[in-house]
């Protein structure tokens, strides 16, 4: 049972460049999180995505969208990047039915602006 | 959501057991505790989670006092593997979606 993947691994952009990252949720999980966690910091709350809608936001621009497809998996986008969204991005999934809110996180895509 | 305080560091050595205490004096009546344990360039990995009393799994036990205003992780005999960040969150439903707050986090070393 693959657990939630993410790609690309790593990925070095420029400032104001646009970028794509791709997370493909937990076995039998729908509902798909993103978080963005700089340096030495807590994960930050971007996005919540269930049922191909975005259900929650955090207190991110709307540089940062992103998609949810019928095969549950999804992807974040960030136009215009800034020196400052440098940092590892994390997907988390979870089902949303059921008693508890345990996510489950992916390795992260480390984005670096330059 | 509640907010959390926990210890920003704790040191500890090979084959001790290390209790990490989380406050969450405003805890709602629908909130879970979760713990997550991160490792540097890793995603956040879940550990264990309670609502009441004592939980236990194969890696760590979670106490929940009556009032649950606190909680404490609990890793019994720790290994060097064990160092990492501990996160403690609070959080249940809302309408059926949810977001997890992170803290700093308990950065935990093990010595040798």
């Known amino acids: 049972d693959a657990g939630v993947t993410q790609s690309p691994t790593h990925l070095i952009k420029t400032r104001g460049q646009q970028v794509t990252l791709r997370c493909s949720p937990k076995s039998g999980h729908d509902t798909v999180s993103w978080y963005q966690q700089a340096l030495g910091q807590g994960p930050q709350f971007i996005f919540q995505y269930y049922e191909e809608e975005e259900r929650q936001r955090g207190n991110f621009p709307d540089r940062f969208s992103g998609h949810q497809f019928p095969n549950y998996s999804s992807e974040l986008n960030v136009n215009a990047l800034l020196l400052g969204d440098s940092a590892l991005y994390l997907c988390?999934?979870?089902?949303?039915?059921?008693?508890?809110?345990?996510?489950?996180f992916g390795p992260g895509t480390r984005l670096t602006v330059l | 959501l509640a907010k959390t305080t926990q210890p920003i560091s704790m040191d500890s050595y090979e084959g001790q057991e290390v209790n990490i205490t989380c406050s969450h004096n405003n805890i709602a009546t629908n909130d879970y505790i979760t713990w997550y344990q991160q490792f540097p360039s890793q995603g956040p990995r879940f550990i264990i989670q309670g609502y009441k009393t004592k939980v236990t799994n194969e890696v760590a036990s979670l106490f929940i006092p009556a009032d649950r205003k606190s909680s404490t992780l609990s890793l019994p005999r720790v290994s060097l593997s064990d160092t990492a960040v501990y996160y403690c969150l609070v959080g249940g439903f809302s309408g059926g979606y949810n977001k997890l707050i992170f803290g700093a986090g308990t950065r935990l070393a093990v010595h040798p």
């Open positions: 988390a999934s979870r089902i949303t039915s059921g008693g508890t809110d345990t996510q489950y």
